[in-house]
């Protein structure tokens, strides 16, 4: 689903945040995608989602070759992947539910199917109860779950989460980490950049582990760690 | 497009120039005052070429004949004017006629003119009508060649003078307007960028939700144009009411000033105003848009 082939990144400064990766996403899996800070993690999945072109090599995503996309073919692209950060960036003056529906008002959705799927995205991750609610009257865990909600409402093949359990303590990111494996099981792609050992550890599942720009380790079922 | 999509439009574009209250009235007063010069401008330049044109038109020019001549030297002289083809009518007032007309003219003050019935000091003269306006400066040189002509007299200066003045107007009205454009153009650019900074923060994640570039933009497109419109309304109904109270104030102080009336030019002028005040709101947003709205 996914494929990178012999990506080079070298940014307008002169850093070069990746070097001659190549990578293989299948349909379904979940990746975590780990290393230490300034390891290109991010500028990987930026990648994919076009947010930078790549300096060489080729992206492609759902069979389209990303780097030679044009650029009003990128909102479409988009459109099949949801992001989830660590910072969660949600609109602090939009209630819960208006934060959802934004998601969908942004692609110029029907306002019938919007009314449908908001509430019933945010019952599955348990927020059923809290659509009025404003983003600052939610707890860390409860606010990562609205972007995850914005996330997948749209029905993307993938998820990009970027760090999400960074700002939460280990039993919401236990919890968290539930959610993500449910939407997983119902078929969604998952690449999630992660510091976090222990839930890498307990998980098992493949893990894409990155130093100074390179893959250094690609295992199924791995553990942390990005030591050659 | 969707309805609920353009409701969003507006309701987005209307938070913005709330929110922005100050600047949003500034850039329109802006607009607002560079249209009334403009509008202002233009409405002086079409009724001093609508006033030259009138003027132009009856235009006569009077060829005087010299005292001495005799009846059939006269005759002459008409029979000369007559035949060259520039000329479209003349018409013969002889002296006794001059001085009737003097008098009629000079109403109850008549009696200057008391006993100069036999002592006429006017002399016969020929009122000659150009078939072309641009003809009577040249025709008014020939006649003044002709034998027996004392002088030749036109409206010398004033159709001229009317011309400058229409120029002048143009001239000064186009360079204030310019200044003036300019300003309120930098002004709703200056004001869109205020308002793509105070929502930058939702743009990023409009963006990695997947909103088309135009989705992102129109609001702000929007927002310029309602802006520009404001000011051009504005501007619009001070004209149109300022000129109705001229054009009826006018007709009884200076009747002989014959201001344009015609509703469809004047609707143009209007609705010219109204284009370019909606150009002027467009071409502000979208200078803002391409520095400060990289999508």
């Known amino acids: 689903m996914i494929q990178l082939n012999n ?39 930026k990648l994919m989602y076009r947010e930078e072109l790549p300096t060489r090599g080729q992206v492609i995503l759902n069979g389209r070759n990303v780097v030679r996309m044009r650029p009003r073919e990128v909102p479409h692209l988009r459109r099949k992947i949801g992001l989830v950060f660590q910072d969660f960036r949600l609109l602090p003056r939009k209630t819960v539910y208006e934060n959802v529906a934004f998601a969908l008002e942004v692609i110029a959705a029907a306002p019938r199917d919007i009314k449908k799927a ?19 009257q939610l707890s860390g865990g409860e606010q990562q779950r609205v972007c995850i ?15 999400p359990t960074g700002n939460l303590d280990p039993d919401t990111s236990r919890e968290l980490m539930n959610l993500l494996l449910d939407i997983n099981r119902r078929g969604t792609t998952i690449i999630m950049s992660t510091h976090a050992w222990d839930i890498v550890d307990a998980m098992k599942k493949r893990v894409v582990a990155l130093s100074g720009g390179r893959i250094v380790r690609d295992e199924e079922q791995g553990a942390y760690g990005y030591e050659a | ?60 020019i009077s060829v005087f004949v010299r005292d001495k001549a005799s009846p059939a030297e006269v005759r002459d002289l008409e029979g000369r004017i007559q035949s060259l083809p520039e000329v479209a009518s003349v018409e013969f007032v002889s002296k006794e006629r001059a001085l009737e007309e003097m008098k009629r003219n000079l109403g109850d003050k008549k009696d200057l003119l008391a006993g100069l019935e036999d002592k006429n000091p006017l002399p016969d003269a020929f009122r000659v009508k150009a078939v072309e306006v641009e003809l009577v400066a040249p025709l008014a040189r020939q006649f003044e060649d002709l034998p027996q002509v004392d002088r030749v007299r036109y409206g010398q200066g004033v159709v001229e003078k009317l011309m400058d003045l229409s120029r002048w107007v143009r001239t000064a009205g186009l360079i204030t307007m310019a200044l003036l454009g300019a300003a309120a153009i930098f002004l709703i650019a200056t004001t869109i960028r205020l308002s793509v900074f105070a929502r ?86 979208m200078i803002s848009m391409r520095r400060f709205l990289k999508v």
């Open chain 2, 200 to 285: 930058r923060r939702e743009i990023e994640i409009m963006k990695f939700l997947g909103a088309t570039n135009w989705f992102v933009r129109f609001p702000f497109l929007l927002e310029g144009i309602i802006l520009g419109l404001c000011g051009s309304l504005l501007a619009v109904l001070v004209i149109y009411f300022g000129y109705q109270s001229l054009v009826s104030n006018l007709r009884f102080s200076l009747p002989f000033m014959e201001l344009i009336t015609d509703p469809g030019l004047i609707q143009l002028v209007l609705e010219g105003i109204l284009l370019l005040g909606l150009v002027i709101g467009a071409l502000g947003s």
């Open chain 1, 118 to 136: 908001v509430p019933s995205v945010l019952k599955m991750v348990g927020l059923g109860g809290k659509l009025g609610s404003l983003p600052e």
């Open chain 2, 1 to 60: 497009m969707r309805l609920n999509t353009i409701i969003y439009y507006f309701r987005e574009a209307f938070h913005s120039i709330l929110r922005n209250n100050w600047i949003s009235f500034a850039s329109v007063g802006v607009v607002a005052v560079s249209l009334l010069i403009l509008g202002s401008a233009l409405l002086l330049v079409l009724n001093a070429n609508h006033l030259a044109t009138g003027l132009e038109s009856s235009v006569e």
């Open chain 1, 149 to 163: 909600a914005r996330a997948i409402v749209n029905n993307p093949l993938l998820i990009i989460a970027d760090e």
């Open chain 1, 7 to 45: 990506v080079t990144k070298v940014y307008a400064n002169g850093v070069k945040a990746l070097s001659d990766i190549t990578l293989r996403v299948r349909k379904g899996e979940f990746i975590f995608l780990v290393g230490p800070s300034g390891a290109g993690k991010s500028s990987l999945t």
